[in-house]
């Protein structure tokens, strides 16, 4: 089965052939086939892609990214506890909205859609304001496309003694990192994103000390992160409930395809070329991406709408559907944008074939 149209919309993102057969047989959710051979499997290379150093492990969580995100923090913060979150964008603020409807403190910093945070302004309150004791942070706020300086944010919460959290949901697999390294105790991806998979499970990959620090204080059953990993590590993978076999097998596929492409470095390139061809192509036919170049990440990149009168997103995003393409509608609240992706299984020449597409899509030109 072919696709019709390239996804540039991560995620769910366009896959390649041999993820999607790896889903044609079926699987018991307790069987050693399964959870030896692909669950166990897949929490250590998981491990391994995100740290060279010890005292990490690793926990799948069904459901879409947002389940990861909220098991993390309706597990790792206690009653007593308070968290820090940076809100660029709308990934950011769903972080807190998580925190708001678990009855979790939390204090938000809001450099606005287009800006990296102040890190001064977190200096200050984190030296003012003893009773936070967890910070989060989104790496690549796919809202906009922007790349937040997680290393100097992190560093400082650590000089603070603060438990730091990661959403790097569309990052982890797609830019290189080493999460020991820069400190983070829980980082938190899904399935759909830069490693490839299709949809359906998330997963946090911590320290463990932090981990297991979690027990008891979930405010949710089925989003119990420690006990979820409890199950996994005592079990040789078990998953506590109905695991969406189909998409796990999909992603252990996605991660042999991700080490045959020459591992994070080498899809890195790749995303990184495609997100230049965009960019490039993109300003050749009179587009201006909404954040200054520094700002950018190799994931997604948000260009503002044409301002000509004839111009409708629908209209566009039709014309650019029949000829192979789909992509992202804005979602910045103080500018009207549309967002192009670059992750997946695209090749920089899908994007110079886009560039093309998107020229024939500018009838309002004429
Ligand atoms: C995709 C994404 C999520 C999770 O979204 P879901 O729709 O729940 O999968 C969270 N944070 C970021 C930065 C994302 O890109």
């Known amino acids: 089965m072919k696709n019709d149209y390239i996804l540039l919309t ?3 993102l366009s896959t390649s052939e041999t993820v999607r057969q790896a889903m044609l047989k079926d699987w018991c959710t307790w069987d050693d086939d399964y959870n030896k051979e692909i669950v166990e499997v897949i929490r250590t290379q998981l491990v391994t892609l995100a740290t060279k150093q010890p005292g990490y492990t690793s926990v799948l969580m069904q459901g879409s990214g947002t389940a990861s995100v909220e098991a993390t923090i309706g597990s790792a913060i206690s009653h007593q506890g308070k968290l820090l979150v940076v809100d660029n964008g709308a990934y950011g603020a769903r972080i807190a909205q998580i925190a708001d409807y678990l009855n979790i403190a939390y204090r938000v910093v809001s450099p606005g859609e287009i800006d990296r945070p ?40 650590k000089q603070h003694g603060k438990v730091v959290i990661l959403d ?69 993978g078990k998953w506590r409930f109905t695991s969406p076999t189909h998409t796990v097998r999909a992603f252990h596929q996605a991660l042999t395809e991700l080490a045959q492409e020459g591992g994070i470095d080498a899809r890195h390139q790749r995303y990184q070329t495609n997100q230049k061809t965009l960019v490039a192509g993109m300003r050749s036919l009179g587009f201006k991406p909404l954040l200054d170049d520094e700002l950018h990440s190799p994931i997604i990149t948000s260009f503002y709408s044409p301002t000509h009168s004839d111009y409708q997103f629908k209209v566009f995003y039709q014309r650019l559907k029949e000829q192979g393409f789909v992509i992202y509608p804005g979602k910045v609240s103080n500018a009207d944008c549309f967002r192009i992706g670059n992750i997946g299984e695209v090749y920089p020449r899908d994007i110079e074939r886009l560039i093309g597409a998107v020229a024939n899509a500018m009838y309002w030109q004429q």
């Open 118 to 157: 102040d890190l001064s302004e977190v200096a200050e309150i984190l030296a003012n304001d003893n009773t936070i004791t967890h910070v989060a942070i989104v790496h690549c706020e796919t809202t906009t496309g922007m790349l937040n300086p997680i290393e100097a944010f992190t560093r400082l919460a």
């Open 10 to 12: 991560p995620g769910p």
């Open 168 to 236: 790097a949901m569309s990052s982890f697999g797609g830019i290189p990192m080493d999460i020991g390294e820069l400190g983070i105790d829980f980082m938190i991806s899904s399935a759909n994103k830069c490693i490839q998979g299709v949809p359906g499970f998330g997963f946090v990959i911590a320290k463990q000390s932090e981990l297991e620090k979690c027990k008891g204080q979930a405010r949710s059953l089925s989003l119990d992160l420690y006990d979820q990993w409890h199950c996994m590590q005592t079990n040789h």
